[in-house]
């Protein structure tokens, strides 16, 4: 498909009347080599608001290093030089006025900003393997998209003229039901932990010993688990997403679909929205997990809420999170409208806290990641030197994990959520990474068995593909 280039002209817009889920929209596109849903399974005011699905991208871009691939229709280039500013300039010609009353992303770039992009934006040691190989960002610029308003129940077509007709067009000539495809297929599959409980458990005395000596004073540090099936065909990743989604709902449930790479996510944590000037963050630091008995399941959020090791850890990436806003925010105008604030999610309580801010008129939405990029949350503080130490404690590069993912709407306005609780699928294998953070008090064991804590909604969903 083609796009139609726009100037500050308002999208197109056409509610529909659907009938199919967000889920069922992006089975409807299964046969697409490029799609993507972005969904709210977990649906509030504040968060759950929209889902998107959207297919068959007019370009794509994808980057290892400082080497670029770009595609544009039938016409393929590779380029060397900054992934961010090819994006940005890919992006420019293209802008909607934002539609009021109607959701935010009319049509835009979606993809993934993986954490190994840091290094284009800090001067950071090269010591870990990088066997998995992942690009470090893949986007795929849409001209139009399937918008699902879950507060309002209503669905709509938005984006360029061409756009909205390609859409319903691909509805229209859909054959493939959601029933077919996640028929009960028996998948078996493998767990292997790649770093063994000691060799994490190590690592987290050894970055106790970096905080003693006052190099840092937090660092999140992770460890990643492959999994391997016995089988694999096409329907495999949407039996997983289907599954992921219901054992563990989230805000920022996502499908990215590049060709053979496939991101399946259920997030909990917003890395940055930006709507107008209006910036948010909303990090994530402390974690129980769910009780088995009612009263068991009080304990550990009031065990979570009034836990000092927990509140400063939060308030550390608090402080990380007002100083890298406040790079390109308006002065006085950053703030934390809400601190401590403890959510429940299906298998784990997480605390949460809330910084805003007002993008300053002389910077863009770029100007903002570079600023940000990768989220405190995934790192420490202070920032550059816990992602040294990672860098050294870690065998493995993250690849994908503990990114951003979401979508830059041609409006201006973002969406990225911080890319946890994430399963990359390439080649019928798969991987996911889990981490927590570490401070002076930490108990190294009790370290580990909270990213055991956190990987468990993916585990649970992999032991439903046994039917």
Known sequence: MNTVSSLDVQAAVEEIKCGLSPFEVLTAFKDEPCSFLLESSLITQDLGRYSFVG??????????????NVTQGSLTRMIEGDPLAELERMIQPHHFLPVPNCPPLPSGAVGYFGYDLNRLLERLPDRSSDDLMFPDCSFMLVDGVVAFDHISDKVYLLGSEEGVEWLRKLLKATKTLPGEILKPKGYRFRLQEKVSKKTYIDSVRRAKEYIYAGDIYEVNLS?????????????????????????????????????????????????LKLSGRR???RPIKGTRPRGKTKEEDERLKMELTYSVKDRAENLMIVDLSRNDLGRVSQYGSVAVPELFKVEKYATVYQMVSIIVGELKEANTLFDLLRATFPPGSMTGAPKVRAMEIIEELEPYKRGIYSGALGYLSFTGDMDLSVTIRTLILKGGTGSFQVGGA?????????????????????VRALGHLEG
């Open 438 to 458: 570490v401070v002076a008090d930490s108990n190294p064991e009790d370290e580990y068995h909270e990213t055991l804590t956190k990987a468990e909604g993916i």
């Open 279 to 281: 910036v948010e963050t």
């Open 55 to 68: 297919t068959s991208p007019f370009a794509t871009l994808s980057s290892k290093g400082k080497s670029i």
């Open 223 to 271: 460890h990643r688990f492959d999994v391997s099936f016995t089988r694999s065909d096409d329907d495999l990743p949407y039996h997983i997403y289907s599954a992921l989604r219901g054992e563990s709902p989230s805000p920022f449930s996502a499908f990215l679909k590049f060709g053979d790479l496939i991101a399946i996510s259920s997030s909990p944590e917003r890395f």
